[in-house]
């Protein structure tokens, strides 16, 4: 456009968190929302172990160091321009379709073990994931909020390896980078909004927010489109979403037999 381009291979890099940012305050401008809630406003001030200012700090931080890492991957590894399917014949179609699916389970399968791993070790939950657990009390822009060395791990090795698993162009990638942070943006939100799609997931918000409670730190490692892994490897805990007397919901956990 006025004979200013920009390559797939940048807005891949930059557009997702441009999308993670108007995600994330879309949510606030909804307001309080007591209703909906799964905790009360005020927790996110009072039952956090870290300031919201830190954690602006933090998620561009990370986001700058994504933007750096995805450039380099994509001048290591290669644009796959060649595989870019058409949206002019069906058989391209569905190339996308199982590219979109198998980034989906390559990225849910990485970080639910990782993800388990950085739980179940003492040392790597105490000095990594300890600090994304600072949030007690999920919203939706601190959803990257954690340590730099996890965040590479997580968020930049994961979307690599997705990309490269799947075999996507660059243009695709925008859309499945996209996709996978909205969705986990909407993990962290703490609301249950009706009509919401994402809430008749398996993995929904309730399943992730119940992980963020001290209770829930054992189960529901899923992270972010399935819960297949949880169910399978036995760490799916199952939930009741019930009404609070004062108002919003509150979860409880229910075991299978």
Known sequence: MGGFDISDEV?????????????????LALGTCPDYRLHPKEDQDTKNFVS????????????????????????????????APSVADM??????????FVAMVALDTYQYFLHRLMHQNKFLYRHLHSQHHRLVVPY??????????????????????SYVVSGMSPRMSIYFYC?????????????LLPGNPWQFLSNSTAFHDFHHQHVG??????????????????TYMPLSVE???????????????
């Not at 730190?217 to 036995?234: H, I, V």
């Not at 009404?243 to 037999?257: H, I, N, S, V, Y």
């Open 11 to 27: 807005l891949s890099a930059v557009v997702p968190n441009i999308v993670y940012w108007v995600y994330s305050w879309m949510y």
């Open 52 to 83: 919201k200012k830190a954690v602006i700090k933090n998620v561009l931080l990370q986001q700058l160091r994504q933007v750096i890492a995805f450039l380099l991957m994509y001048k290591v590894a290669g644009s796959n321009v060649d595989r």
């Open 91 to 100: 058989s391209s179609f569905l190339v996308a379709c199982r590219q979109f």
């Open 140 to 161: 939706t822009y601190g959803a990257i909020y954690n340590h730099p060395i996890e965040g590479f791990l997580f968020d930049i090795v994961g979307g690599i390896l």
């Open 179 to 191: 996709f996978a942070t909205i969705k986990n943006v909407d993990d962290h939100c703490g609301l």
């Open 217 to 234: 730190g054992k189960y529901n490692f899923s992270q972010p489109f399935f819960a297949f892994w949880d169910k399978l490897l036995g």
């Open 243 to 257: 009404e609070r007397a004062d108002g919003g919901f509150q979860l409880k956990p229910r075991p299978t037999k």
